[in-house]
């Protein structure tokens, strides 16, 4: 069966330093991966979506970036956090018949 | 971008009533349309999910949607909510995931 993690569940990080959220899917090959932040009151904002191996789609200008070193690996990246880089972030990946799976979620605290 | 609305931001009902919650899309194609279910402390998981074929469908615990493609709507209803039905409700971008989710609705029933 298909499984999908995502660690770290909990991080506080200062602002300035850098972060990597990483993802992994097992039992699938290939899939379609997905980065989204949640907040209150804003519903999933999609981030980054990768179709395969180094192929990343950003949907949204931010202080985020995403890789896709493997097929079944994804890591979001930043180089220096913003406060406003706080939030929920949660990985997906998208089944055969079109769902998405999430995985646990990792919460983001910039100091 | 969001190609997908939905109008209830905070839903508060009592335990037997009855729960609509309205989701419109701005898609003019052939649309796969999906709600996805977040109760508390739980991963996102899928509710129901209408592909072609008959426009109402049924999900988990009771839930059912009609697709409307006259109105672009897709909305997701239960004829008598439980205390457990509590949880945050999102309707997914129609057809595909490279967009973003809308801003979820949160149902609180009290029992």
């Known amino acids: 069966s298909q499984t999908i993690h995502q660690w770290p569940a909990t991080l506080v990080q200062p602002v300035g330093s850098p972060l990597s959220l990483e993802c992994t899917v097992e039992?699938?090959?290939?899939?379609?991966l997905y980065w989204y932040r949640q907040a209150a009151g804003r519903g999933l904002q999609l981030l980054f979506y990768?179709?395969?191996?180094?192929?990343i789609s950003s949907e949204v200008p931010q202080n985020l970036s995403a890789s896709r070193p493997q097929d079944r690996q994804f890591i979001l990246s930043s180089k220096k956090l913003l406060l406003s880089d706080s939030g929920f972030y949660l990985c997906?990946?998208?089944?055969?018949?079109?769902?998405?799976?999430f995985g646990e979620g990792s919460r983001l605290t910039v100091l | 971008a969001q190609s997908v609305s939905q109008h209830n931001h905070h839903v508060i009902l009592s335990e037997a009533a009855s729960l609509e919650l309205g989701c419109n899309y701005s898609?003019?194609?052939?649309?796969?349309l999906f709600w996805y279910v977040q109760y508390p402390g739980q991963h996102l998981q899928l509710l129901l999910k209408?592909?072609?074929?008959?426009?109402l469908v049924k999900g988990i615990k009771g839930f059912e949607a009609e697709f409307i493609k006259s109105k672009f709507s897709f909305n997701l209803r239960k004829p008598s909510v439980q205390w457990s039905d509590t949880a945050e409700y999102f309707c997914a971008p129609p057809r595909d995931y490279k967009l973003s989710f809308g801003a979820g609705t949160t149902v609180t029933v009290r029992a």
């Open positions: 209408y592909f072609s074929g008959d426009p």
């Open positions: 997906a990946w998208r089944g055969y018949t079109g769902e998405l799976f």
């Open positions: 898609y003019g194609g052939t649309v796969n």
């Open positions: 039992g699938t090959s290939n899939p379609n």
């Open positions: 990768s179709v395969g191996i180094g192929q």
